[in-house]
């Protein structure tokens, strides 16, 4: 903990003069509480993850039910005073007819001025085809060398569970009776179907969910010997394109040449989206896209990123992108305009000698802190607009709203907190690194107003979404570790009402 | 005819000193003789009409094969001292295994000195569906207004027909018992199943279809107010490219903008086949191309083009293509390429995040003289090769060697003979037109080493290829009339051994 920031708040006592009843919990004692409380984990772990709660699956909808059930069990276990299961769906505006439970727990702190805090993950699971490339049943799970083999495994219950055992070792090493903070649990059962009804979740229930800081715990770490928070997620909107010209395919002999081909109207467009050097090209794209620190960028700098062996797993012979980035801020901290597909006229075998009536794209943008959506989409608009000639006309179709961008300040005191947490559980640096991709964890920071900190120790090599998902058991206790003494670091920086957001 | 460029023959009687054997025939002569068998020819074609000779479908080969025997029949009754039935395909070197009969006659002018012309048609008719649309039944031909309905009414009986019409026509006015030039004919079986064994046809009987001059009978006139000629065909080159980047798809969010994509690079690369100016970008593409000659361009702006109507034809909104032409010049006498179709990636419904692993389309190139498929086909591989970055791979797969353009010297004795024979019987100025598209016709010139020359009456109303083809048979009289006075205008100019290609 870094004296200069570690304001004391009215609850606890002074850092280093701990108590035995409402103590900073030390390093030791915590490490020794969880690795005498292993087995005990790892035995819940393995029993939550028998429960296949495939929320893609509608034949599974019991399992995921069963799944909500086994946590809010294990929760009140735990000592959660408050623990529900919330339906989804039905009765939420604007929510699907019948969606999966979430499970709420909340546990309030002693101090009624401490800092609320809201943990956030998912107790749904990804399907598990191909089942034939799995060395055992995807539900049995099986420890050996120190990994826990089973789907959801790592994304999400093991870092779910990971919390309640970190909450456990907090107490002990403490002797509190209520955690530092008010400690908030949102898990939803939907993540893995695109969390169709999780905003109007969110809505509804935003007085009860209302924090200071959501904590994020469905991401990962740059590697087991590098530990390191996560920091941002990309935003995205994506779109179809329509380009349409002559009424029907026309003979190219007839007509080629004298009239405007969408094919090429549509090529131009889709080429024009890029600039020389690789920056997008529609006007304004960069109007709000907010310069990343020097400071992240130097700390992006200080990963071990090996670029051959990242193009190898992108099965990729070269790198490319915009001019003056390197690989890891193209993919976390730029923003994007990606062709994910796209057809136009005889697309089978053969020769077909014809000016087709019409070409089509699909277009995604990966947004940055401050992209909004609806901008980029107006923007988009404009360009395709724009960008045909006389005797085409083109519709642009975007397929929702679109996802914010998200970002912590790496200067805030929430994220210097979280920091410190993990770097007392894995005694070294803690980097930072953000995600490319976008998830519904935007949603959640714009609907209450508090801003993100990603705790999690899920790797690569976990392959969540792929056959054999695993877990490294080490590294969930260095979550736990983690989460036992975020509780302290956060109680200490944050004031109620929302500080958090600023160093 | 004209004076200046009418050299006399040995063979034949001075053209102002007609003798009632082997004399010129006069215009009122050939009308009368038509006329009155105008009856007679309907009959004939009717018949002719009945038998459904579709080429493309194999359960139809007997009805092929029996188009070839009545026309072998109807030539026998003519006159034609030899006719022949030919088999393509087997035996002949690449040829496919088992095609469509032609039928070749010849008829020796009396002059052993005379040249040889050769007429070209086809036997063969295209498939009737949706035959629902049709107002009969396809091979029951009809007569109304004055109009004969039936499939192969305008392509190609009708004008095969016209041919032994005129030459009986011919005869009859001069009194000769032999036409003033050495006549063959070719009416191949296959052509609307894209002429596969023809190429090993012509080469087969290389020797037996020698000739000065080719006469097509094949194309279509400007309009029945507009006589016209076709003095050229575009060639055609086609193929499609094939993109390859990372070795799957990638999920956008990890590696989007920072390895090169497919999609992106084809758009870029189809994007610049044509410069601002519509004209094809390919770096040499035009090295070879003659200017059409102002004289044809002058021409070309006389015939009375509506392009509103043509656009509403095409149901485009506006015409676009190579600055600095019309667009009957953009068709007919400007190369082009063409974007036939495209795809990558995601096309189904909703979005897909991905970096797609391929991007593929397939472009056309038309041709004009004297450009080679095999040297544009060369500089399209170079020009791919080099417009793609580092990271990706393409091919570049050419469906076949391509179709040469061709083009008639609108200057030549052959082309000016067959205007002048087209001019007496409509008399009136005879046009030149062009065809857009591709055929087989570039292939006879090329084998055979003479030029060509089109004698055609078709109009775009006949509907070819279409429900309820017709055609309008005041018109192949009007065909037959003009091959009527074709023999002894190209006997007039014709040097044996070839001269027929320069003025």
């Not at 915590?30 to 429960?51: D, N, S, T």
């Not at 009140?76 to 709420?104: C, H, K, L, N, R």
């Not at 809201?118 to 107790?123: A, D, P, Q, R, S």
């Not at 779910?160 to 949102?186: E, I, Q, Y």
Request: charged fraction near 20%; aromatic fraction near 6%; hydrophobic fraction near 40%.
């Amino acid at each position: 903990m870094e004296a200069a920031r570690c304001t004391q708040t009215s609850a606890g006592p002074p850092p280093d003069e701990p108590t035995r009843r409402g103590a900073i919990p030390l390093t030791e004692d915590v490490r020794a509480y969880i690795e005498r409380h292993r087995g005990e984990f790892v035995a819940g772990l393995k029993e939550w993850l028998a429960v296949p709660s495939i929320s893609a699956d509608p034949a599974r909808a019991d399992d995921v039910r069963r799944s909500a059930e086994w946590l809010a069990a294990h929760l009140t276990a735990t000592g959660f005073p408050t623990v529900e299961i919330w339906p989804t769906g039905g009765a939420s505006p604007g929510a699907q007819a019948s969606g999966a439970p979430a499970v709420f727990a909340e546990w309030p702190a002693a101090d009624p001025d401490a800092p609320t805090v809201l943990v956030y993950g998912h107790h749904d699971v990804q399907p598990v085809d191909p089942v034939e490339l799995w060395d055992g049943d995807p539900f049995t799970p099986v420890e050996r060398d120190g990994r826990i083999r089973a789907r959801g495994a790592s994304d999400d219950k093991g870092q779910v569970l990971f919390h309640t055992l970190g909450l456990r070792a907090n107490l002990a090493a403490s002797g509190a009776a209520a955690p530092p903070v008010t400690l908030r649990l949102l898990v939803e059962g939907e993540e893995e179907s695109g969390s169709p009804n999780f905003g109007a979740l969110l809505r509804t229930h935003r007085d009860r969910l209302a924090c200071d800081v959501v904590v994020i715990s469905d991401t990962t770490m740059w590697s087991a010997d590098t530990p390191s928070m996560c920091v941002g997620m990309r935003g995205l909107t994506d779109c179809q394109i329509d380009v349409h010209g002559p009424e029907a395919d026309l003979h190219s002999g007839s007509f080629g040449g004298a009239v405007p081909n969408p094919a090429h109207a549509l090529a131009a467009l889709l080429a024009g989206l890029h600039d020389s050097d690789g920056r997008v090209a529609v006007p304004g794209f960069y109007d709000d896209v907010v310069e990343v620190s020097s400071a992240e960028r130097a700390l992006i700098a200080k990963l071990p990123f090996d670029e051959a062996a990242w193009l190898r797993t992108a099965g990729s012979t070269a790198a490319a992108g915009e001019a003056g980035y390197s690989t890891l801020e193209r993919v976390w901290v730029r923003p994007t305009a990606e062709v994910n597909g796209m057809w136009s006229g005889h697309t089978g075998a053969g020769p077909k000698t014809i000016v087709p009536r019409s070409a089509h794209a699909k277009v995604s943008f990966r947004l940055v802190p401050d992209q909004e959506p609806a901008r980029v989409q107006a923007l988009v608009r404009e360009y395709v607009a724009g960008a045909l000639p006389p005797g085409l006309r083109a519709t642009v179709t975007f397929a929702g709203p679109g996802v914010r961008p998200c970002a912590s300040d790496i200067g805030s005191a929430a994220v210097r907190a979280a920091r410190d947490a993990m770097r007392r559980a894995f005694g070294t640096e803690v980097l930072f690194t953000r995600e490319g991709g976008s998830g519904p964890e935007a949603e959640i920071a714009d609907v209450l107003g508090a801003p993100l900190v990603f705790l999690a120790v899920g790797l690569d090599e976990d392959r969540i979404h792929a056959p054999n998902e695993s877990v490294d058991v080490a590294l969930l206790l260095k979550g736990a570790e983690s989460a036992a003494h975020l509780w302290n670091e956060l109680a200490a920086v944050l004031r109620p009402g929302g500080a958090a957001g600023s160093p």
